[in-house]
Antibody
Framework: EVQLVESGGALVQPGGSLRLSCEGF????????MTWVRQVPGKGLEWVAN????????YYVDSVKGRFTISRDNAKNTLYLQMSSLRAEDTAMYYC?????????WGQGTLVTVSS | SYELTQPPSVSVSPGQTARITCSGD??????AYWYQQKSGQAPVLVIY???RRPSGISGRFSGSTSGTMATLTISGAQVEDEADYYC?????????????FGGGTKLTVL
């Protein structure tokens, strides 16, 4: 059974850093693009970043460029999102998704709260 | 940047047909995808590549496109179809591809 399990969400102060993880189970992780999507509580979905199977291509939404870094470790079947210079507007539930042009599997999400 | 525009809300009575639209300049050349999100849950794909339905998704759901508009149609909407619906698509510039969700449409069935 395919599963994605996110972790790492926490309460962090503005300007702080956090690293999210997403571990994949039940599929060949290295065969798929992977994507992070976030959702401010009560608001809509926002595509955040994605990464190619071998990590050679990465793309970001403009609002996180230079502050967030997406990466992966295929040996550990794990996707990461390193977030720095965090702002209040980064407060959201962060989901990882398996990406084959469609997001066919999603994790349950991990909540990031940026507040003093 | 690229934007997809959806109506904030649509309301129908049970058994009626609900139509949710999504407009975007690149839709004539890029596929539209539709996700359903019920309260407290992760999104679920209900339509891909404009009009294709994943296995396990009710036949009440269908998709279509015309020019710069994609439409999700729910025929004979049921109370369990009440959810937020998001369109999703892509675009590309000379330097950067874009992936974007629409703002979402809250479907009320009552």
């Amino acid at each position: 059974e395919v599963q994605l399990v996110e972790s790492g969400g926490a309460l962090v102060q503005p300007g702080g850093s956090l690293r999210l993880s997403c571990e994949g189970f039940g599929f060949t992780f290295s065969n798929y693009w992977m994507t992070w999507v976030r959702q401010v509580p009560g608001k809509g979905l926002e595509w955040v970043a994605n990464i190619k199977q071998d990590g050679t291509e990465k793309y970001y939404v403009d609002s996180v460029k230079g502050r967030f870094t997406i990466s992966r470790d295929n040996a550990k079947n794990t996707l990461y999102l390193q977030m720095s210079s965090l702002r209040a507007e980064d407060t959201a539930m962060y989901y990882c998704a398996r990406d084959r042009s469609i997001f066919d599997y999603w994790g349950q999400g991990t909540l990031v709260t940026v507040s003093s | 940047s690229y934007e997809l525009t959806q109506p904030p809300s649509v309301s129908v009575s049970p058994g009626q047909t609900a139509r949710i639209t999504c407009s975007g300049d690149a839709l004539p050349k890029k596929y539209a995808y539709w996700y359903q999100q019920k309260s407290g849950q992760a999104p679920v794909l209900v339509i891909y590549e404009d009009s294709r339905r994943p296995s396990g998704i009710s036949g009440r759901f269908s998709g279509s496109t015309s020019g710069t508009m994609a439409t999700l149609t729910i025929s004979g909407a049921q109370v369990e179809d009440e959810a937020d619906y998001y369109c999703y698509s892509t675009d590309s510039s000379d330097t950067h591809p874009y992936w974007v969700f629409g703002g979402g449409t809250k479907l009320t069935v009552l």
